[in-house]
Structure formats: C-alpha cells, structure tokens
C-alpha cells in the first residue's frame, strides 16, 4: 500500500475541520437558545462581559463560547479592543427569525440528531426503523423553525402562482388541506394570505398539532384554521380543492398510498402540491455542502422514519424529481409537472 502523505495531510486537516463544525452546532445552537446572538445584533462591538450582560448570562461562559465563535468566522474579533461583533450579514442567518436566511432552526435539529445516535445505531444493525414519535422534541420544534422562513419567503409569492389556477381559487374561498403540518408553519402562512378560504392542517404527532392549534391562535387565523390528528393515509374529507405535502412525502413509510389517498380526496379539478427538498436524480449530483446536509438528515430522521412504518419504502431526503414523479403516477396520477424549485425545495403539482 501506497500511501500519498498530501493526500493524507489534507484529508486529515479536512476532518479536524469538520470536528470543529460538528461540536460548533451544538454552541449555535446553546447561543440561539440563550438569545446570545439576539444580544449581539446590532449591537457593534461588544466584550464578553457586556454580551453575558445583554443575555443573562455568565461571562466566563461567554468568553468561551465567543472564542469558539470568532473561530468558526461566525463573529469577529478585535484583539487591540478585545472586543467581538455580530456582523449585520450574520445575524440575518442566526438571530433575525423572520430573515429567509434563518439557519438556526437547522441547528437545533443537529443537536435532535446526535441524542437519535444510540436508536439510529440499533437500526443500522437490525434494519428496523425509528418512529418520529420517539426522537427529542428539538426535532419538531427545529424542523418548523428551519423550514418556516422558506415557507414565508416562497410560498405565496413564488410557489402557489406556480400552480395552474390555485390562488384564483384561493383568493375566492377555497377548501385546503395541509397534510403532515407538523407545528403549522406552512398552513399558518397560507391561511394568513387567504382569509376567504378554510384550511385544516393534518399530522400522526398529537404533540405538534397541540403546538400547531397554539400557533394558529396566536397567529390570529383560529377563526378559518383547524388541526386534527390524522395521518396521510386516512385523514378525512373529500373535494379539496388544494392539498398540500410540505417536506413530508419522503417520511412516508407508504408514500404511494398517501399519494392514493390524497387523489381520494381531491375536489375533480383539484390540485397536489408537494414540496420536497431540492435533490437531483443522480446522487453523485447530490454529493454538495447542501446534500451533505440532506443526506445526514435524511440517515438520522427521514429514512428510520419511513422504515418504521407499514411498507417502509424509505424514500429519504434526497429521492429526486424522477423517484417522486413514480410515486405519483403509482398512486393514480396522470398530470404531474415541476411547477418551480428553489434551492432549497423541490415544487411539484399533481393532478386528477
């Protein structure tokens, strides 16, 4: 064996790299929960003790954890001031939750991640699954977080005109179900655009419906929003005119019956819209910072989830617009288009 001691230093100094940003998710995640970087934004240069100040917190702790963060390039450091800032750019990502560039949401499902090892471990040797139900709560409440900023930047001005003839209906009163809704995100952005129409989210969490009904008070839009406890193969109702699957069909462990259901369910000139997270049909095509991320997502959450229920066909997080457009047509549907991507999503329109 032939080793190449460059190949071998930079692979080494890569992986230290990555060491650094696996145990620095863990940090984003502790400085968005402690609204470090809340504290920070806007604020120009401030000391480790003023940040502690700012956010309630410990200064030795801050100092620690603002040296790990002027490491990573996530803030900077000006050692004739001693003094560390958040730069304007920067905090659109990690401390603004209504930028469309807020990430820290994905963070939290990082740290959802690594408490999953031990039962993803498992069933990497047995090839079992594990059920959504069973992950930490992070899970849920950092996917609505990661996906919401998306939702609200795309969906009403990009992604529903993309459609053939929904938000006409829309805008006169329409019947929408959002099934897989998890906390609510997406049908609370649709309901607040249309007042005239009547949405009901769906999804098997009890947990998140209970934290989507919340939010939908809160949210002011109870009075045209309902939540119910369903999953995708039997939730109730028939002549929808729209029904929506956010970042959800690949969970599925039947997808092809979900999307029968669904067709089911649809008014006659209906419409499916689902959006899935952007992937290409070849994987070496996915093998990108943003697959990487996909993919590890897909491994700790998407595919045990889809094998812990009935069929388990385990689609993953990165199935890719042709795998998709099968399950569709499996299920029934004859008019199946690419209504728009973004570089995040992946929008599909099924039809009747």
């Not at 120009?44 to 030795?60: D, F, I, M, N, Y």
């Not at 939702?151 to 829309?170: E, F």
């Not at 199935?319 to 047509?329: F, K, P």
Request: with cysteine; glycine share 10%; hydrophobic share 40%.
């Amino acid at each position: 064996m032939t080793i190449s001691e460059k190949k071998l230093e930079a692979f080494v100094h890569g992986t230290v790299a990555d060491m650094g940003v696996a145990i620095s998710g863990a940090l984003v995640h502790i400085g968005d929960k402690l609204g470090l970087y809340k504290a920070m934004a806007g604020a120009g240069p401030l000391t480790p003790a003023q940040v502690a100040e700012k956010s309630g917190t410990t200064e030795r702790y801050v100092r620690e954890w603002l040296n790990n963060q002027a490491a990573g390039g996530y803030v900077t450091y000006d050692p004739a001031t001693a003094a560390y800032e958040l730069p304007d750019e920067h905090a659109l990502v990690l401390a603004d939750e209504s930028s469309p560039v807020f990430l820290c949401g994905g963070f939290e499902v990082v740290v959802a991640g690594y408490l999953a090892e031990t039962k993803v471990t498992e069933a990497f040797r047995n090839g079992g699954g594990v059920d959504f139900q069973d992950h930490d709560e992070r899970l849920f409440r950092g996917t609505e977080r990661f996906f919401r900023p998306g939702y609200r930047a795309n969906l009403v001005s990009a992604w529903l005109p993309a459609l053939d003839g929904v938000v006409d209906k829309l805008t006169a009163g329409a019947r929408v179900a959002d099934v897989g809704c998890g906390h609510g995100a997406s049908t609370i952005v649709l309901a607040q655009a249309f007042p005239a129409s009547q949405f009901v989210g769906y999804d098997m969490h009890d947990i998140s419906i209970a934290a989507a009904r919340k939010a939908a008070a809160d949210a002011g839009v109870g009075d045209r929003v309902s939540f119910e406890v369903a999953t995708a193969k039997d939730y109730p109702g028939t002549d929808y005119d729209l029904v929506a699957v956010f970042d959800a069909l690949h969970d599925m462990g039947d997808p092809v019956g979900a999307a029968r259901h669904v067709l089911s369910t649809l008014a006659p000139d209906g419409t499916w819209l689902i959006v899935e997270p952007f992937a290409r049909d070849h994987v070496e095509d996915n093998h990108h910072p943003l697959g990487r991320a996909f993919y590890g997502f897909s491994t700790l959450f998407c595919t045990p989830s889809s094998l812990a229920q009935e069929v388990g066909l385990g689609l993953g997080a990165q199935a890719g617009e042709t795998r998709l457009r099968e399950v569709l047509s499996q299920a029934g549907f004859t008019r199946i288009r690419q209504a728009t991507a973004s570089p995040l999503n992946l929008i599909l329109e099924g039809r009747p």
